[in-house]
């Protein structure tokens, strides 16, 4: 009897020393630089998202970033960042250079894009990734030498080079430089205006972050149809981490306004739609709340009304956080 309890416990030693290693995922962190869908100019969409455990990572949008950094930083979102030396720069030079290793655009409307261009000329050598008919706005609308200097690396001469387009091509994924994510962009409607889901991967783990978009009902598209059936067996798997996207309104705005964004009452039947999608339960998905429009009107804040109304229709049970500046997030 004790020898054969003896041979037992070294066939499970044995089975326990040799079955294979499984990766542990790192997941991400994701800081917000800037959490407004208008009227607040140094706080407007950009969310930095780094492989946990990095220093480098991406920005997502980029409406606000001097003073976003500089706002995250005084809430210690970096104090664990490993920075190198550089005595010619300040402590947000430093964050500036150094983290962010390089731009996603989802559109160039301003609220997405006047924080890269007020550091463009201070932060050279970074590429700006985003599909063509972005990047072409870019290119010819705001890098131009009229609005503002073409700091590009192409469009109208002389071009200064400073700025790197880099085309994403939908479906296909991309390394992002200095980073060890990639990408994957999704074309979305915003109003007549081509905007871009982005898809983050970093070895196992997904995000996807959704710029400005309007529900397919409303735009008579089928891109967040197309993005559910892209991402769906991300859920069912387990790999997608979480979601970053937008609520500019409350419930009260007509559908005739809405110009190309979402409402509570359409963003949980577009998270509906995935569910459906993906054939499992999303109980618990964390889902961050983007681009809430502040009100000039007295009365109840526009934030805690869109989180009510949330929360009133959320029947299968989505972990709704709505993004504020500064704040730093683990998905």
Request: aromatic share 6%.
């Amino acid at each position: 009897m004790k020898s054969l309890l003896l041979r037992l416990s070294l066939i499970v030693m044995a089975l326990t020393l040799f079955r294979p290693v499984v990766a542990c995922a790192q997941g991400f962190e994701v800081t917000v630089l800037g959490a407004a869908g208008g009227l607040e100019d140094g706080n407007l969409s950009a969310y930095l998202v780094r492989e946990q455990g990095t220093s480098a990572g991406v920005l997502l949008d980029a409406g606000t970033v001097l003073n976003g950094l500089e706002k995250a930083d005084k809430a210690h979102a970096f104090d664990q960042v490993k920075l190198a030396d550089d005595a010619a720069a300040s402590r947000s030079g430093r964050l500036l250079h150094q983290m962010i290793r390089g731009y996603l655009i989802s559109h160039a409307h301003l609220d997405h894009v006047a924080g890269l261009v007020a550091v463009s000329p201070d932060d050279p050598g970074k590429p700006v990734y985003g599909l063509s008919s972005v990047l072409s706005v870019l290119q010819d609308d705001l890098f131009n030498h009229r609005v503002w200097p073409n700091l590009g690396d192409r469009g109208v001469q002389p071009a200064f080079g400073l700025l790197h387009y880099h085309t994403l091509i939908p479906d296909r994924a991309m390394a992002l430089a200095g980073t060890g994510l990639t990408v994957t962009a999704y074309p979305l409607s915003h109003g007549g205006v081509e905007s871009t889901a982005f898809l983050i991967r970093a070895g196992s783990s997904a995000l996807l972050y959704l710029g400005d978009t309007g529900p397919d009902a409303i735009e008579k598209s089928g891109k967040l149809h197309a993005l559910w059936q892209a991402v769906a067996p991300l859920v069912r798997s387990g790999e997608l981490r979480g979601m970053i996207i937008e609520c500019s309104y409350d419930n009260r705005r007509a559908d005739r306004q809405l110009f190309g964004h979402l409402t509570p009452h359409w963003l949980l039947e577009e998270l509906d739609a995935l569910q459906a999608q993906a054939g499992v339960s999303m109980k618990g998905f964390p889902v961050l709340v983007s681009h809430i429009k502040p009100v000039l009107e007295s009365g109840v804040p526009v934030r805690e009304r869109i989180a009510s109304e949330l929360a009133a229709g959320n029947r299968n049970g989505f972990h709704f956080r709505l993004a504020e500046q500064g704040m730093t997030i683990r998905f």
